[in-house]
């Protein structure tokens, strides 16, 4: 938390905000007229003891003072308020910009950067992360310019009045800041076991509450609570503990701020009594000298929202300093794919895939087994290029898929995942996809998708809202419309995640139709989990010990492959399983 | 109830007190300004004067000292305390609502009201109430001690603090009425933004990533507007209560002012009235924006009340002790939304130590079957028994304690191996406990760094999926509970797994217990006992597979199309 960083986040939002920055500046340009307006009542009130001093008081001269409080008053709160709106303006609109930047540059970076943040994590960012930025924005920095600026024009006009009780005005100040060097010594003591106690706090209250149906299966409800207490008794402790070792300081934080009259009064009142000072400015310094400083007080409070905004500042840079791909050639005409050496790592240190070497040639349907773990799911986001390799090259048609243009590159190979993404728009618009297509093209995608008939069902046919509906489709029938979109795509080439869904049968038997229809004609990579569906392809790839060591037809593989011929055994092991209560019944 | 849980300690009360004292000694400062003035305007002041007005401020500010370190501290250690008891009035609260409302997403609610809300509320509270009180209170003494100079003053001053009441409450009205747009507002962008991201490979390579994404687009910008409106609704409340207090002040000068020019009021009295009514203007100020800050402690108030005030479950008025383990639903019928039947009186009998199947579309109700059986909800008609007994007047806990649960979500505890288990059976011995996982195939437990005592992590991420999986089977068969309700989903394991989890359950079924079980593949189930094939609410049919074959209805249809898939 060095202060250069600190500077760094806070210039950074400010280039963020772009051409919002000058609705910031002109808030920051306001409120210092406000603040400027706030010595007017004080100055009101010098003018007045003076008069009083003086002996001219009138009603007239008191009417006058009275027109001009409420007149400077007015402007003040004027400034103020247009301040604030001006802030937030600026703060909103900058909200926006940011949000679009990061959303436009997500849309760029390659996709494995994309996943391997969570969508919730990325979820925190996109809502929670960025509206921090408003507080700096729209508060802090408005409010900082006037905590300061309101003490630091009264002290000039202070100092013009009597520079040495304006010296001694500010005397509380360095006491304040030893004070506040101590209390952030002891309180950074503590920030280990803050963090550690908050950590502990959540994971027992989600494990408490999570696991609410098993606590009262097992009838643990005394134990687990105890547990729960205990997490709340340490959080309990640790606060007491930390109220006492630095609420004190705090305390007297405050307090000290006020500390000036004692020796304003002493200082001022034998100027006074001497005949250095008239009244009216011993009277200044005794009732103002001593109430100024406490407008800086919440500045204790600002620097805390400060490093909160920090914070949010960089979790956005975060996501902005991930390099992204631009750039390259158009997609090549020829289809076939070929890894040649590749290593891949993500980290730099633990090899997932190594010298892998493989050839899949155009219009193949090419089926890739392994255990979990072993780097299958690596090696399709290797060709699809979510990320790239560590070593080694992956060509299409010839062409490094590092010299495609990425948008290209995406757009011509669809991934399809067993999660099925449907947006809140039509039906019509998740075929669609933004292309502009009549609606008989629509319709022949979905009738090879084997959907058509179920979506003519439907009281709105095409035009149902998925938003509205969506929970009445079955994982299977989402599924069938993901892979209309895909047959209206026609992309070259095609790389299914396959796992066995929880679809029921017909509607697998379904699916697994459309499937077919989508592959036709295509080059297709098939993770496959359900290794009965190995037989129809063309070749089968192992993938074991992060490498590919056989590629062969079904019947050849199972007998140059050990793996391959374990899992089939096992897989028509675990497909005959019946249960039954005598508990036996397995056929090997 | 709900008071209680949100009243404050003796602790915090004092610390109130001893505050608001503090404010008032403060404000005592004026008066020994008032006593130099009239000795400065009766031109007989000395630095003797001077000398002893200091040490009586001095005398003052170390009495403001002690009591506002000693105040400020102990309010922190209530507030503490507030949450301390709050979280456990919340733990105890959640143990008693019925556990069909633990959806995913009101547990995450309650994780954050148990969490973030309480701090919120502790917050606020522990710094602003005191501030409040004693601001409060110092307002109106500076009033009543103004007024006794010139009542029309300590009047105008009182009018002043006054109108803060309409103000707070014009502002929440505000609030009210330009939050719940924001709150929609914000809702949506937060639904469009998770869209987006669950999406983002999909639009992408649809050429609908970034800014060609207008929907998203044009949510964001949207809400940035809704957002700025709702500032501009609520913001100026505050300065124009400013001004007003201002406006105040401005007359108590053209008053004091005038009263000195009639002989009413002495000079020093006018120039204290004037410190005064100055001094007020700024307590009020902070006043407001503690009273800002007030207003919304009462929404994570209302949070947290809100769960403390969900409904409970049943008290347990009988106690079931059935002989026999068979169900019976009797006209059953259940919906979670208002007209949104899942179970349409639906009746039918589950054998005692037999296996019974249910099959049927995702959605067709199997799992609301698994959820009434375990009490996780009532049913809106019909009734439930246990080996004759009725479940609808027992309480959960007596429901479960004869059930084992092996299900999709399996939850598992922050602890080792080995107490995972025990928590399910917590007489078992060792001996029993490693014949469970034995059995369950978990042998990979003894590879672990610390073999059966090895942290697990939460809800144990350390283990794999298909590791998981069997560590809720040994737990099961450990438990030896007369009724096994089984939806085990192996779809997401990879073959070895797969066959590792279906040996496990194989063995769970040979300790003969009346067994439910939900069948994503029919092969599996094809020597079941029985086999209830749901459909639209309702039981389609129901027989064994030779039965059902042979009646060439749903099941066989379902039959036919699973032997076609590869």
Not at chain 1, 87 to 97: E, I, V
Not at chain 1, 110 to 130: H, W, Y
Not at chain 2, 445 to 453: D, F, H, K, Q, T
């Amino acid at each position: 938390m060095s202060n250069k960083k600190e500077k760094q986040g806070l210039s950074l939002l400010m280039k963020w905000a772009g051409k919002n920055k000058y609705y910031i500046y002109l808030s920051v340009f306001l409120a210092l007229l406000a603040s400027l307006c706030g010595i007017v009542p004080y100055y009101i009130f010098y003018r007045m003891i003076d008069c009083a001093v003086a002996g001219s008081l009138s009603a007239a001269y008191g009417l006058k003072l009275t027109e001009a409080l409420i007149l400077f008053t007015l402007i003040r709160v004027i400034c103020n308020g247009a301040a604030s709106l001006c802030s937030h303006k600026g703060a909103y609109n900058t909200l926006y910009d940011v949000r679009c930047m990061v959303t436009e540059h997500m849309a760029k970076m390659p996709m494995g950067a994309l996943n391997e943040r969570s969508i919730g994590e990325i979820k925190c960012v996109m809502n929670e992360d960025i509206e921090k930025l408003e507080l700096f924005l729209a508060h802090n920095l408005p409010e900082l310019v006037l905590y300061l600026s309101g003490p630091m024009v009264i002290f000039i006009w202070l100092f013009t009045i009597n520079n040495k009780l304006a010296l001694l005005s500010i005397l509380p100040l360095v006491f304040v800041v030893l004070v506040m060097i101590g209390m952030f010594a002891r309180f950074f003591k503590f920030m280990d076991d803050i963090n550690l106690s908050a950590g502990q706090l959540s994971a027992t209250v989600w494990e408490y509450v999570s696991g609410m149906r098993l606590i009262k299966a097992y009838n643990m409800s005394v134990s687990s609570f105890r547990k729960y207490s205990d997490a709340i008794e340490g959080q309990f402790s640790m606060w007491k503990a930390i109220a006492g070792a630095t609420g004190p300081f705090y305390a007297v934080y405050v307090v000290l701020l006020e500390c000036g009259i004692l020796f304003l009064v002493p200082a001022g009142g034998w100027l006074f009594v001497n005949g250095h000072i008239t009244a009216g400015v011993l009277l200044l310094f005794a009732f103002i000298g001593t109430q100024y400083l406490m407008d800086i007080r919440p500045l204790q409070e600002l620097s805390n929202n400060l490093s909160f905004a920090l914070n949010g500042v960089n979790r956005v840079k975060e996501i902005l300093d991930v390099p992204i791909f631009e750039g390259g050639v158009d997609f090549p005409k020829a289809h076939d794919i070929s890894l040649d050496n590749v290593s891949f790592s993500y980290d730099g240190k633990t090899m997932v895939l190594k010298d892998v070497n493989l050839h899949i040639r155009e219009g193949e349907k090419l089926a890739v087994v392994g255990a979990s773990g072993e780097g299958k799911s690596t090696l399709i986001q290797l060709i699809a290029r979510f990320y790239d390799v560590t070593s080694g090259v992956i060509r299409i048609g010839g062409v490094d898929v590092r010299d495609i243009k990425y948008e290209e590159l995406l757009n011509n190979i669809s991934v399809i995942f067993q999660n099925a993404f449907l947006t809140k728009g039509s039906i019509y618009e998740n075929i669609a996809m933004g292309q502009k297509t009549t609606l008989e093209e629509v319709r022949k995608a979905a009738r090879a998708a084997q959907i058509d008939d179920f979506i003519m069902t439907l009281p709105e046919g095409y035009n149902t809202k998925v938003g509205n509906f969506g929970g009445r489709f079955s994982g299977g029938q989402k599924q069938r419309i993901c892979i209309a979109r895909a047959i209206l795509k026609n992309s070259p080439i095609l790389i299914l995640d396959e796992a066995t869904s929880a679809a029921d049968p017909e509607n697998q038997v379904e699916i697994d139709k459309a499937i077919d229809n989508l592959c036709e004609g295509k080059t297709v990579i098939i993770v496959a989990h359900r290794l009965g569906i190995t037989e129809a392809c063309d070749r089968i790839a192992v993938v074991e010990n992060k490498s590919i060591y056989h590629v062969a037809p079904h019947k050849e593989l199972l007998d140059i492959s050990k793996y391959f011929r374990k899992s089939w055994l096992d897989y028509t092991a675990a497909r005959s399983i019946k249960y039954s209560i005598k508990g036996d019944k397995i056929n090997e | 109830m709900n008071n209680k849980a949100f009243s404050i300690g003796k602790g915090l009360k004092l610390a109130i007190f001893g505050t608001v004292l503090e404010g008032l000694l403060a404000g005592s400062n004026f008066f020994i300004l008032f006593q130099v003035l009239e000795l400065i305007f009766g031109k007989s002041i000395t630095f003797e004067d001077i000398k002893r007005t200091t040490l009586m401020l001095g005398i003052i500010f170390v009495l403001r000292l002690i009591l506002y370190t000693v105040s400020y501290t102990k309010s922190q250690i209530g507030g503490a305390l507030v949450s301390k008891n709050l979280r456990v009035t919340l733990g105890d609260k959640l143990r008693r609502i019925p556990l069909g409302a633990f959806t995913k997403q009101r547990i995450g609610y309650y994780i954050n009201a148990s969490t973030s809300e309480v701090a919120d509320y502790e917050q606020i509270l522990t710094h602003k109430l005191a501030d409040i009180t004693k601001y409060v209170v110092l307002l109106v003494a500076v009033s009543l001690y103004s007024a006794f100079m010139n009542i029309a003053v300590g009047l105008i001053m009182l009018v002043s603090l006054l109108l803060l009441i309409p103000t707070i409450q014009l502002s929440i009205r505000q609030v009210k009425k330009y939050g719940k747009a924001k709150n929609l507002a914000r809702e949506e962008n937060v639904s469009a933004i998770t869209e987006y991201l669950t999406g983002s490979q999909t639009l992408r390579s649809y050429g609908l990533a970034g800014e060609k994404n207008k929907s998203l687009r044009s949510s964001m910008k949207h809400y940035s507007n809704i957002s700025y409106q709702y500032e501009g609704a609520v913001v100026p409340i505050g300065f124009v209560y400013m001004f007003l207090a201002y406006v105040a002040a401005a007359a108590i000068i053209f008053i004091s002012v005038n009263g000195v020019v009639t002989g009413d009021l002495s000079i020093p009295e006018m120039i204290t009235i004037n410190m005064l009514s100055l001094y007020s203007c700024k307590v009020e100020a902070a006043l407001y924006v503690s009273l800002v800050a007030y207003r919304n402690l009462l929404i994570s108030k209302g949070k947290i009340a809100g769960i403390l005030m969900e409904n409970e479950e049943v008290k347990a008025k009988e106690v079931i002790n059935p002989k026999h383990f068979n169900i019976t639903f009797e006209n059953v019928s259940f919906a979670y939304e208002k007209d949104q039947a899942v179970l349409k009186n639906i009746s039918f009998e589950i054998p005692e130590n037999k296996i019974t199947a249910i099959v049927g579309e995702s959605g067709s109700g199997k799992s609301t079957i698994f959820n009434l059986i375990s009490k996780y909800y009532e049913p809106a008609s019909g009734r439930i028994y246990i080996g004759g007994e009725g479940i609808g007047s027992s309480s959960t806990e007596m429901v479960l304690s004869n059930i084992s649960m092996v299900d999709q979500d399996v939850f598992l505890f922050n602890d080792t191996v080995k107490n995972n288990l025990r928590f399910a059976a917590p007489k078992a011995s060792d001996e029993e406990i490693e014949n469970a996982l034995k059995q369950a195939n978990c042998d990979f437990v003894y590879g672990l760094e610390n073999g059966l005592n090895t942290l697990i992590g939460e809800n144990g991420n350390k283990l794999s999926g298909g590791e998981r999986q069997r560590i809720s089977v040994a737990r099961a068969i450990l438990r030896n509970s007369p009724i096994v309700l089984l939806d085990e989903a192996t779809s997401s394991l990879d073959i070895e797994n797969e066959l590792l989890v279906k040996k496990a359950v194989l063995n769970l079924l040979k300790t003969k217990r009346t067994v439910v079980m939900i069948a994503h593949t029919l092969p599996i189930i094809q020597l079941a006992d029985q086999i209830l094939v749901v459909k639209d609410g309702g039981i389609a049919e129901s027989g064994t597979h030779d039965e059902l074959l042979a009646k060439n209805g749903a099941y066989a249809a379902m039959w036919q199309a699973s032997s076609k898939l590869k």
